[in-house]
């Protein structure tokens, strides 16, 4: 059931009922204001390192920006494991991986694109393609808008994905496998007691994206303990490698994701297996990336299993935001004046295996994946401070991982 009311209507309800003229104007503007829309997905077939996916699809919810609390709205089953989401930059097009192999005859996973109604929030399906590799695990859309990046960790590639006039996508126009030699399933650096291990099989891209400017394209892999970088031509939807094609981190580390600052002269590597940020600076104009610092994401009390899993710079650019698996907390660090980071304080994440995490689009709070408790919560975060406030809210979802936000029009 729906209530439509004109502002004049409403205005003069406020007045028949004695409210000041202040507070109607106040009111007025909080009934018109923008609602916040919250895609959530996550896994329907599987929950790795085993286990069954809880997930049933593109779950849609909207959010209170006075709570953060969150209320659902729909629910788009017809996609499998969409683990990773990613917004075009006018919010018109959502695009969704399925963390699958078994698209087609040739064992790849798939990327579906979709159309954002603004006011509503409702998705269409537009078309699904091919994302270039087994089993992908992230994609993010090029800062040129023209094409979707996608790391597809089992098939150890990177493919590029055009978009159409009208959003939808086409085939890869290429597709990049990385090769290296095998690097050891545990880090030298690894905090006492860790147990966990990353696979280094083979190559496992596990993020992909352009820096701010979309000069160069980086991803992280995984299993080859290397973070490429790539020019990509505009033209032919092609990856060229740059003059350093490479940086090979300390073996073992397992880069999983990285952040860069606004101004795209810093980058932030986080380490899956050893559960440390490198502090590198990253220059724009030739792509090269040189460490400056190694912290860890747990305090030097902790001991026991982690695996690293999400890395989020602040709106403000003054704290980064590290989720921790295992361990189940998030460490948050001060940036200080030449990026070099400070660990303010590791928190408790309040629920099991937290991964993606995710601002409102004010900056509010931040959210939390947490895949095994099959729930996200919310943070309200100290922008002076850095320091997060958990709210006490448990939002039902089964195996989350990833996030998208849209204010309607």
Same mark, same amino acid.
Not at 34 to 39: F, M, N, Q, V
Not at 191 to 217: E, K, L, Q, T, W
Not at 389 to 405: E, I, K, L, R, Y
């Given at each position: 059931? /729906? ?49 069954? +996916? ?29 683990? %990773? ?5 006018? %919010? ?10 078994? #698209? ?9 694109? #979709? ?5 509503? +929030? ?9 994302? +270039? ?25 990177? +493919? ?9 996508? !086409? ?21 006492? !007691? ?64 990285? /952040? ?41 009390? #902790? ?29 948050? %660090? ?19 295996? !937290? ?38 809210? %448990? ?15």
């Amino acid at each position: 059931m /729906s209530c439509n009311i004109s502002r004049r209507a409403f205005a003069t309800a406020l007045a028949a009922a004695g409210v000041p003229a202040l507070s109607r104007r106040a009111v007025a503007q909080v009934a018109t204001r923008p609602r916040t829309i919250c895609y959530i997905g996550g896994y329907t077939q599987h929950g790795p390192p085993g286990g069954a +996916g809880n997930g049933q699809g593109i779950s849609v919810f909207e959010m209170n920006p006075d709570t953060s609390s969150l209320s659902p709205l729909m629910t788009y089953v017809d996609i499998a494991s969409p683990s %990773f989401m990613a917004m075009s930059a006018d %919010f018109r097009h959502l695009y969704a991986l399925s963390e699958i192999n078994d #698209f087609n005859a040739n064992g790849e996973g798939c990327v579906t694109a #979709f159309s954002v109604n603004r006011s509503s +929030g409702e998705l269409t399906k537009l078309n699904v393609v091919r994302s +270039g590799g087994a089993v992908p695990a992230h994609l993010s859309v090029h800062a040129s808008g023209k094409y979707v990046l996608v790391a597809n960790y089992m098939g150890g590639t990177v +493919g590029v994905l055009p978009i159409h006039p009208d959003g939808s996508l !086409g085939d890869p126009t290429d597709v990049v496998h990385n090769t290296g030699p095998r690097m050891p399933d545990r880090a030298a650096d690894n905090p006492p !007691g860790n147990f966990a291990i990353s696979d280094h099989s083979s190559a496992h891209v596990h993020m992909v994206a352009s820096d701010p400017s979309g000069r160069y394209v980086l991803a992280c892999d995984a299993g080859l303990d290397r973070v490429y970088v790539w020019t990509l031509d505009l033209h032919t939807g092609r990856l060229v490698p740059a003059r350093t094609p490479f940086i090979t981190m300390t073996p073992g580390s397992a880069p999983r994701h990285f /952040s860069f600052n606004g101004k795209g002269t810093m980058i932030y590597i986080l380490g899956e297996q050893d559960s440390k940020v490198v502090a590198a600076t990253f220059n724009p104009q030739t792509g090269e990336i040189v460490p400056q610092q190694t912290v860890s994401t747990v305090t030097p009390h #902790f001991r026991g299993s982690t695996l690293a899993a999400g890395i989020l710079l602040s709106p403000n650019g003054k704290y980064l935001y590290v989720s921790n698996r295992l361990g189940d907390s998030l460490a948050s %660090f001060h940036v200080n004046d030449d990026g070099t980071l400070n660990l303010v304080e590791e928190i408790w994440m309040h629920a099991d295996y !937290g991964r993606a995490m995710m601002f409102d689009p004010s900056g509010t709070y931040l959210f939390c994946a947490n895949q095994r408790s099959d729930s996200v919560t919310s943070f309200k975060v100290n922008a002076q401070t850095g320091v997060l406030d958990f709210t006490w809210n %448990f939002t039902p979802v089964g195996s989350p991982t990833t996030f998208a936000f849209m204010n309607t029009i």
